[in-house]
Each structure stands twice: as structure tokens, then as C-alpha cells.
């Protein structure tokens, strides 16, 4: 049997098919509901964004328990993720929603991070969004940790380099080494063409995470 499990993610309710005089805007979707499915019309997310939110998700556990939240947004519970618990599927994690990689990523055979493919030269190195600019009282302590903690330090301070670049020209636009769709961090067509070859490259039962933003 295969799996999938699709997060829609910053989507208002209201602005589906499925809230009260929405807009027409998933036919297959709401088909799909309407012949075999089931519409929760009060459920409600445990937090106001992805760390909160996505932890309770993948472990069925409120933030007090997952220590996952706005303030820490990483996952170093013992408590099982969904893959881990599902370990008898192939499992896929697809996503550019650069949280989910915080731990919760756990246990999936596969996990596909679109975000950090625009930067991510040399994925061995040092990823520089583990660095959050936060954690540090200036940017020079913070540099100094980036590189000192990885065990490809050029490699690393390369990396660093291309984060800086794609995320100052994605003020403007795009940069032309990103995965290209319509809109920054929107890739569906990129996410539904690696689902489609992960299901063809795979003869297990299948379990899919994709988290679309």
C-alpha cells in the first residue's frame, strides 16, 4: 500500500473549497473528499507557525511535550516521528520548508530539501542555515562557530558564501541556479515530478510526506 501525506502548508482554510462560501479552487481535491474522505471543520493547529505546528504533526504530541517551538525550532525528542514509526514503508520527505529538516526529518529513507538545493553546493560541508544569526552576540562569533564546527571548513565557508547570495537576490527574484516554478518556495511541479520518480523507482510499499508551501 502506498502513503501519501500532503501539508499544504500557510494555507487559510477560508481560502479552500472546504470553508464556508470558498473559492473553487482544488475540484479534484474536494471530489476526492466528497466520495471517500473526511472534512474536520474545527480542528486547529497546536501553534501559530511551523516549528509548533509540525513537530505535534509528525509525533501526534503537543509542543510542551515535543520541546519543538517558535522559540527552539528543533526536534531532539526520543519520541518516535511518524517515519520512524511507519519504518516498515520506503519513505519519502519533500519539502521547502526548511523546519521540517530540523530533526523531524528522522527516519525517512529519502528527504528531498528543496530550500537548501539553492545553496547547498557541498551537502558533506556545513549547511549555514544551522547557524541562526540569533544563537550569536555578532556575526563574526557566529561565522567563527560555522567554521569551526565542520568538518569540510572551505567546503563550509563556500556554502556560506552561496546562502548569502541566494538570500539577498531572493529580495528581488529568483536565483538562477534555484529550482524553478512560479513563485519563491512554491515548487509543486518540482515536488510532484521527484514524487512521481521516487513511486517508479520504488517496488515497496511506499510512505510520502510533501509538505507544499
Not at 50 to 69: D, K
Not at 101 to 128: M, S, V
Not at 142 to 163: D, F, M, T, W
Amino acid at each position: 500500500m502506498n502513503v501519501a501525506w500532503l501539508i499544504l502548508d500557510s494555507l487559510s482554510f477560508t481560502e479552500t473549497p472546504f470553508g464556508n462560501e470558498g473559492p473553487d479552487t482544488m475540484p479534484q481535491l474536494e471530489a476526492l473528499a466528497d466520495k471517500s474522505g473526511v472534512v474536520y471543520t474545527n480542528a486547529y493547529v497546536p501553534g501559530p507557525t511551523s516549528p509548533s505546528s509540525h513537530g505535534s504533526f509528525f509525533t501526534g504530541e503537543p509542543p510542551s511535550i515535543t520541546g519543538m517551538h517558535e522559540a527552539f525550532p528543533y526536534f531532539e525528542s526520543e519520541l518516535l516521528t511518524i517515519a520512524e514509526y511507519l519504518d516498515s514503508y520506503r519513505s519519502l520527505l519533500i519539502s521547502a520548508n526548511p523546519y521540517i529538516f530540523n530533526g523531524l526529518d528522522r527516519g525517512f529513507d529519502e528527504t528531498n530539501d528543496l530550500r537548501a538545493e539553492e545553496y547547498l553546493i557541498f551537502p558533506e560541508a556545513q549547511d549555514p542555515n544551522d547557524f541562526p544569526a540569533e544563537e550569536y552576540d555578532n556575526r563574526l562569533r557566529r561565522y567563527v562557530a560555522y567554521v569551526k564546527e565542520s568538518p569540510k571548513p572551505l567546503r563550509s565557508i563556500i556554502n556560506g558564501i552561496q546562502y548569502r547570495r541566494v538570500t539577498q537576490n531572493r529580495r528581488s527574484s529568483l536565483p538562477e541556479m534555484s529550482l524553478q516554478d512560479e513563485q519563491q518556495f512554491q515548487y509543486a511541479g518540482e515536488m510532484n515530478a521527484r514524487i512521481e520518480t521516487f513511486l517508479r523507482e520504488t517496488s515497496d510499499d511506499t510512505f510520502i510526506v510533501a509538505n507544499y508551501m
